[in-house]
């Protein structure tokens, strides 16, 4: 549905982005996960025919998006990462402007809006500047699925979104993924990565890794170790110093402690922090999650 | 005991017939990293202005450093630093020259600056990068830069928020490493953050729900009132809020 190859977009002398590829199968969830600056808004932009590539192609539904901008606008729906309705216009008034625009009815029965509908009727004669910042994310996809879209495009639908709404989000896209429509999301917040099909991780202009998230956990690489104790950020930097170490950071109430020598044990750990004058410290094997991973392929 | 840094005492703020905090009273100690959650709209921002002076309670009081926030307002905010989401930081001086523009804002002399200066350079390893441009440095730079200015004049209270919106997973904990040697050297740390993680490196942390405080406590004790596993599952318990339509 959407395939990209050798895709590159400079600002200057900024590299945005660095000979990207990307396949997205049709009905695919796909999450592209990155930080601030990684160059996943320049890809949007690009998908969504609002800027060309350096060099490289895209192409969405078949269409490439130098040549067929037009064929590809009719058949994407889009949600900036800025917040781009009305603000002075009412719920409704948004969704009826934006249904216009593409020149069709508001069918608030339709599969594809149904389940959002339900959500934001209640709200429907409140100006969109005056809705809680979740609500606002459910009105924008609500316009983005109007026209009945086969690809969606969602740029960062959910930064600076509480984490409670962040979920009602992402439950939505969960249900979408059975109405025949294929998605590209991107999100900074590393737990949302598993709620996706494929995921790619960028970092600076260029992918670290693609794959589904459990194949990218497996290809983890280190021992991962958990370090809990009364006062774990005070272990950080005498962790740090033990040599064989490869990398230790917080991880909430934890820290996450990777290890150079794949042969090192919990053993190892708590001896050393004991010798350090580091008494009842936990220390126990654990699995890495995407977090993990993003932290070692940025480092690699 | 020492004095609190902020002491909050049944503290309202309404806009025209709109309520945005209701009754909120906190302690804060000196040295503490103190995390104010909630939902968006939650009534943080009206809370962390009023704290810092910006906005005048409707009704109840507070001081910061010992201050009134009503009253006092040129004195707590000379006690403050303050770093807001969208920091403001001139992208086209380099890193010194925005720490010596903030450092004379604050009424620092030209020794104090560059004491300063060289403090914050070593411990938050800032010094490679002084001469550079903030426009070519990446986010988390610019974030680190934020910090120094906010603690350049050594406030005796920082206020942070979302300090770590949408960086990286490194810089993001590097963020945080820098918080913890703050609060060391004895500097309050109020911050305010939607990583539930994040809430674990904090002393205590308290959840505001439609204007008032939920819950106040370290978070452990919070996970144990709750039987919750995580900080987040905590806040979907209680942050599901019941938005009503007109």
């Known amino acids: ?300 | 005991m020492s004095t609190p840094s902020i002491q909050a005492h049944q503290l309202v703020k309404k806009f025209g017939d709109f309520t945005a905090v209701k009754d909120l009273s906190l302690e804060v100690s000196p040295g503490e990293i103190f995390g104010f959650l909630g939902a968006n709209g939650a009534g943080k921002t009206t809370a962390m202005r009023m704290l810092c002076g910006l906005l005048k309670p409707s009704f109840g009081h507070a001081r910061v450093a010992g201050f009134d926030v009503a009253t006092q307002t040129e004195h707590v905010k000379k006690n403050i630093g303050y770093m807001s989401q969208k920091f403001s930081i001139y992208d086209d001086l380099t890193l010194k020259e925005n720490i010596q523009l903030f450092s004379s804002i604050y009424g620092l002399s030209s020794l104090q600056t560059q004491e300063r200066m060289k403090q914050l350079a070593v411990q938050f390893g800032l010094e490679d990068k002084l001469k550079s441009l903030v426009s070519t440095l990446p986010l988390g730079w610019k974030q680190k830069l934020a910090f120094s200015i906010a603690v350049i004049h050594q406030p005796r209270i920082v206020f942070l928020d979302e300090p770590t919106s949408g960086v990286d997973p490194i810089t993001r904990r590097q963020f945080w490493e820098m918080i913890f040697e703050t609060a060391n050297a004895g500097t309050t740390v109020f911050v305010t953050t939607h990583y539930m993680d994040e809430a674990e490196y904090c002393d205590r942390v308290s959840i505001m729900v439609e204007g008032q405080i939920q819950v106040l406590d370290t978070p452990q004790k919070i996970r144990e009132q709750f039987s919750a596993q995580t900080m987040d599952d905590v806040f979907s318990l209680l942050a599901r809020k019941k938005e009503t339509p007109t």
């Open chain 1, 1 to 300: 549905m959407v395939q990209i190859e050798n895709l590159s977009r400079h600002f200057g002398s900024v590299q945005a982005l660095d000979n990207v590829h990307l396949h997205i199968e049709k009905n695919q969830l796909f999450g592209l996960i990155g930080p601030d600056g990684a160059g996943k808004s320049t890809l949007f932009d690009i998908l969504a025919t609002l800027r060309l590539p350096s060099s490289g192609t895209a192409r969405v539904h078949g269409f490439d998006v130098q040549t067929k901008a037009n064929q590809i606008r009719k058949r994407i729906g889009f949600m900036p990462g800025q917040f781009s309705l009305y603000q002075d216009l009412s719920v409704l008034e948004n969704i009826r402007f934006f249904a216009n625009v593409y020149g069709v009815a508001f069918e608030e029965s339709s599969p594809l809006i149904r389940d959002i509908w339900q959500q934001i009727a209640p709200f429907k004669h409140r100006p969109a500047g005056k809705l809680s910042g979740g609500m606002k994310q459910k009105l924008a996809l609500c316009c983005a699925l109007v026209h009945k879209p086969t690809v969606l495009l969602l740029d960062e639908p959910t930064t600076g979104v509480d984490p409670v709404s962040r979920k009602e989000f992402w439950e939505m896209l969960q249900t979408l993924k059975s109405q025949n429509i294929t998605t590209l999301v991107s999100t900074p917040y590393m737990d949302e990565a598993n709620l996706c099909e494929c995921i790619a991780l960028i970092q600076n202009g260029k992918i670290l890794a693609i794959n589904s998230p459990a194949a990218i956990v497996a290809q983890f690489e280190f021992n991962l170790f958990g370090v809990q104790s009364a006062h774990s950020n005070a272990l950080i930097n005498p962790l740090r110093q033990f040599e064989k170490t490869q990398h230790c950071f917080a991880f909430g109430k934890m820290l996450h402690l990777t290890l150079k020598d794949a042969c090192a044990t919990e053993k190892d750990i708590v001896e050393f922090l004991e010798k350090q004058g580091h008494k009842n410290v936990d220390v126990w094997p654990m699995k890495p999650g995407i977090e993990d991973c993003f932290i070692e392929l940025m480092q690699s």
